[in-house]
């Protein structure tokens, strides 16, 4: 299945959102862009369990500033 040009723009827009939420140390605008239901997997595998417990455990203390060379984020975004 391929997607329409529309789609991926929306799916840009999404990384771009959490990337600049990400860099901000925004866990409320961060997890905005999971569905109510999501399903999380840190990096430790802790599995967090909807968009509110993705906010309410990815707290601004503990979200790392990302200033290195260009951030994945920026590497998802700007691939084709």
């Given amino acids: 299945m391929t997607g329409t040009p529309e789609d991926e723009a929306a799916i840009r827009s999404l ?10 140390a925004d866990a409320e605008r961060f997890a905005s862009a999971f569905a ?10 802790h599995t967090l369990r ?13 979200i790392p500033s990302i200033e290195a060379p260009q951030s994945r984020w920026a590497n998802c975004v700007s691939a084709s």
Avoid: M, T, V, Y
């Fill in 36 to 45: 109510e239901d999501a399903d999380f997997i840190n990096i430790r595998a």
């Fill in 15 to 24: 990384f771009e959102l959490q990337g600049e939420a990400w860099k901000a």
């Fill in 50 to 62: 909807g968009r509110e417990e993705i906010a309410r455990h990815l707290p601004r203390s503990s």
